[in-house]
């Protein structure tokens, strides 16, 4: 090493070791080095603070002991052996402690939620349960439930690897897999906070922002009456309003909101479609907007497909024949809601998986964004 600092905070190479259950020598990323620098940094901080008592207790016994008779009768004469013991296990600790600081090595993070990451303000860790898992990674690896897929996309039914399904990272890689860490953990509005569920957590939220609306709503798997039945357009649903439904519709679009409002586990924001002309093949160009005049970024429309795990030209008219079924876990508002309009799940942030959505490693451009469209505060994120 050719300084002091490339000696402080390097490490031994060859006795790194190598990648668990692989024969390939162990290269730590600049997430793994940064948990690095931090722990040998503590580790310095704390040798300095306890070389710092033992210093002042050292000091202070030699001032007693050379300026004082009592110092010279107690301490060096009658209990010399203890005060030996104590200079001595003072320097071994201080020796050891470091030899452990250039002995400390980067050391592979697990497939545990990456703890450098954070959660927006007042939002706390929470585990993610398999059934939300295998959607959205199903929902990267197939077309829908059944495994139907358009002829005219050019999807695959098994790996969809065309860039329109198969959402993938920066480096062109499948960003969710069954061994992804970025699916173990999520975040949530801390409850003692933000309120005991997301009804409350929904008032709370439309007090503060009359114009930031959002809608309940619950995974397939937990569809209910809503499978065969449909919710008024007022609460976000493909029924009419709810003062134009019949009598039994009406009926049944209350107990599906009541139901949702007691049992729903998502909040979401629609986005609004755009239409700004045709292309070449006489196809309507749409944006979409989660903010009026604010056009979502693809990046953000591609988060949200993955979180909500569906497809934005998934077919739920009334013809069986082409309806997609969601996966158990995908969200779900009722019987025949589309997912055109890109519903964004707002009470949830995958945090490791807008990490890989970001253009460039250590940017916040697409975590402000969510932020903002959702009306979050996020202050550790770097948005000005």
Request: charged content about 25%.
């Given at each position: 090493?050719?300084?002091?600092?490339?000696?402080?905070?390097?490490?031994?190479?060859?006795?790194?070791?190598?990648?668990?259950?692989?024969?390939?020598?162990?290269?730590?990323?600049?997430?793994?080095?940064?948990?690095?620098?931090?722990?040998?940094?503590?580790?310095?901080?704390?040798?300095?603070?306890?070389?710092?008592?033992?210093?002042?207790?050292?000091?202070?016994?030699?001032?007693?002991?050379?300026?004082?008779?009592?110092?010279?009768?107690?301490?060096?004469?009658?209990?010399?052996?203890?005060?030996?013991?104590?200079?001595?296990?003072?320097?071994?600790?201080?020796?050891?402690?470091?030899?452990?600081?250039?002995?400390?090595?980067?050391?592979?993070?697990?497939?545990?939620?990456?703890?450098?990451?954070?959660?927006?303000?007042?939002?706390?860790?929470?585990?993610?349960?398999?059934?939300?898992?295998?959607?959205?990674?199903?929902?990267?690896?197939?077309?829908?439930?059944?495994?139907?897929?358009?002829?005219?996309?050019?999807?695959?039914?098994?790996?969809?690897?065309?860039?329109?399904?198969?959402?993938?990272?920066?480096?062109?890689?499948?960003?969710?897999?069954?061994?992804?860490?970025?699916?173990?953990?999520?975040?949530?509005?801390?409850?003692?906070?933000?309120?005991?569920?997301?009804?409350?957590?929904?008032?709370?939220?439309?007090?503060?922002?009359?114009?930031?609306?959002?809608?309940?709503?619950?995974?397939?798997?937990?569809?209910?009456?809503?499978?065969?039945?449909?919710?008024?357009?007022?609460?976000?649903?493909?029924?009419?309003?709810?003062?134009?439904?019949?009598?039994?519709?009406?009926?049944?679009?209350?107990?599906?909101?009541?139901?949702?409002?007691?049992?729903?586990?998502?909040?979401?924001?629609?986005?609004?479609?755009?239409?700004?002309?045709?292309?070449?093949?006489?196809?309507?160009?749409?944006?979409?907007?989660?903010?009026?005049?604010?056009?979502?970024?693809?990046?953000?429309?591609?988060?949200?497909?993955l979180t909500g795990a569906y497809k934005s030209d998934w077919d739920r008219s009334t013809t069986v024949e082409s309806t997609n079924t969601p996966f158990p876990g995908s969200l779900f508002v009722?019987?025949?809601?589309?997912?055109?309009?890109?519903?964004?799940?707002?009470n949830e942030i995958y945090p490791g998986l807008l990490d890989e959505l970001e253009e460039a490693e250590g940017e916040d451009k697409l975590k402000c964004e969510l932020a903002k469209t959702c009306g979050i505060s996020w202050s550790k994120l770097d948005c000005y």
């Amino acid at each position: 090493m050719s300084s002091y600092a490339d000696t402080a905070w390097g490490y031994d190479v060859d006795s790194i070791g190598y990648e668990p259950g692989t024969t390939n020598r162990f290269v730590p990323d600049s997430k793994e080095l940064k948990l690095f620098k931090e722990e040998k940094s503590n580790m310095y901080k704390g040798t300095w603070m306890i070389c710092l008592v033992y210093g002042l207790s050292a000091l202070t016994l030699l001032c007693v002991v050379f300026l004082t008779e009592w110092g010279k009768t107690y301490v060096y004469e009658k209990f010399l052996p203890a005060v030996l013991t104590f200079v001595i296990g003072a320097i071994f600790i201080i020796v050891y402690l470091l030899f452990s600081i250039f002995a400390l090595q980067p050391r592979k993070i697990g497939k545990g939620f990456d703890t450098i990451t954070s959660c927006p303000d007042y939002w706390k860790l929470k585990k993610v349960d398999s059934v939300r898992q295998e959607a959205i990674i199903n929902n990267n690896e197939k077309y829908d439930a059944d495994s139907n897929c358009p002829e005219a996309s050019g999807c695959n039914l098994t790996i969809n690897h065309n860039d329109k399904y198969h959402i993938k990272d920066r480096n062109k890689n499948s960003i969710v897999t069954n061994e992804s860490k970025n699916l173990k953990f999520k975040c949530v509005p801390d409850p003692n906070v933000l309120g005991d569920n997301i009804y409350e957590y929904k008032n709370m939220k439309t007090q503060l922002d009359k114009k930031n609306v959002t809608y309940f709503a619950n995974t397939y798997a937990n569809a209910g009456n809503r499978e065969d039945s449909l919710l008024s357009v007022d609460d976000g649903g493909s029924a009419g309003s709810i003062s134009a439904l019949s009598d039994n519709d009406k009926e049944n679009a209350i107990t599906n909101k009541v139901d949702l409002e007691n049992n729903g586990t998502l909040l979401y924001k629609n986005a609004k479609i755009i239409k700004s002309g045709r292309d070449s093949n006489g196809k309507d160009i749409k944006y979409r907007q989660y903010i009026d005049g604010v056009e979502a970024s693809d990046k953000l429309l591609k988060y949200a497909q993955l979180t909500g795990a569906y497809k934005s030209d998934w077919d739920r008219s009334t013809t069986v024949e082409s309806t997609n079924t969601p996966f158990p876990g995908s969200l779900f508002v009722d019987k025949n809601s589309t997912y055109e309009k890109n519903p964004l799940i707002c009470n949830e942030i995958y945090p490791g998986l807008l990490d890989e959505l970001e253009e460039a490693e250590g940017e916040d451009k697409l975590k402000c964004e969510l932020a903002k469209t959702c009306g979050i505060s996020w202050s550790k994120l770097d948005c000005y």
